[in-house]
């Protein structure tokens, strides 16, 4: 069985940096965070990029976007991913504008959904256009699908428009999302079960507690993992999360131990077909 991918998902848009000063919203902050997690077995880097100029705020400004993304790409090997999620109050229109800031790959969310009080919107003309995009500049999506119809809506894609650039199929199954699928072993075995063919790997993500259940069961079917801020606050019950490097090295043990040691960035790039846009 291959290593594990394991991805980090620090931020987020929707925790405010007041009420959980340890979040990485600043450039610095972000990239000390990647470089801390990439030794402790990241290999992809999911950001969401925010505005420490107006209050910590997400932010989809593209020459934030850009500096991030190449900040990234110096300071680390890490496969650096943008959010095309951004937050449940970016238009449509903006979140298509993240690939002009040439990230190695992009979140695609396959379906609109409830999303605690708010509804995160994903027409599928957004997500036709979105991926017909990333297939012109060459970025390699990550699906997200919170729910079983959003796989469902993956093979409609698939078949509509072929194989991403790069030809691998990768996709993340988001559980335990007030208004998606539950973060249970039986979701994730039954989103698993409905993958279409081509999906060529996969990861689980569990929000809050579940990610822990949810991480071990990924493990156990061969599944990757991504862990982070972004996902939940709380280490044990009682001990919030200090830093993003300690969820990763956390389930870096959990995969050693299952004998499927993370997967070193190069070997991520390798899993994903991502291009290769280091200059080094
Ligand atoms: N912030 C959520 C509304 C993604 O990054 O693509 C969407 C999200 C998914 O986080
Ligand atoms: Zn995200």
Redesign the pocket.
């Known amino acids: 069985m291959p290593g594990t991918l394991i991805t980090v998902?620090p931020t987020?848009?929707?925790t405010a940096k007041a009420d959980v000063p340890q979040l990485p919203t600043t450039l610095e902050e972000l990239v000390e965070t990647a470089q801390r997690c990439e030794a402790a077995g990241a290999g992809l880097v999911?950001v969401?990029v925010r505005d420490s100029d107006a209050g910590h705020v997400p932010t989809l400004d593209p020459v934030r976007l850009r500096d991030t993304v190449q900040a990234l790409r110096e300071a680390t090997d890490l496969v650096v991913q943008l959010?095309?999620?951004?937050?449940?109050h970016d238009p449509l229109e903006a979140r298509l504008t993240v690939l002009d800031a040439e990230p190695d790959s992009c979140?695609?969310?396959c379906g609109t959904l409830n999303?605690g009080d708010?509804v995160?919107l994903n027409p599928f003309p957004f997500m036709s256009d979105l991926y017909v995009q990333a297939q012109e500049r060459e970025v390699v999506p990550e699906f997200?699908l919170f729910d079983l119809g959003h796989v469902a809506a993956l093979r409609r894609l698939l078949d509509r428009h072929g194989l991403p650039y790069g030809g691998k199929v990768h996709v993340d199954l988001v559980t335990g999302v007030p208004g998606g699928m539950p973060g249970t072993v039986e979701a994730l075995v039954a989103a698993v079960q409905m993958l279409p063919p081509e999906v060529t790997s996969w990861s689980a993500t569990g929000i809050g507690r579940a990610h822990l259940p949810v991480a071990a069961a990924a493990l156990a079917m061969g599944g990757h993992l991504r862990v982070g801020m972004?996902d939940n606050l709380v280490y044990a019950r009682g001990r919030p999360v200090q830093h993003n490097a300690e969820l990763v090295e956390r389930v870096a043990g959990l995969a050693t131990t299952m004998q499927r040691p993370p997967l070193r960035p190069d070997e991520a790039r390798e899993l994903l077909g991502v291009k290769e846009r280091r200059s080094r």
């Open positions: 998902a987020g848009a929707e999911h969401h959010s095309t999620g951004g937050s449940v979140s695609l969310t999303f708010d995160f997200e972004e």
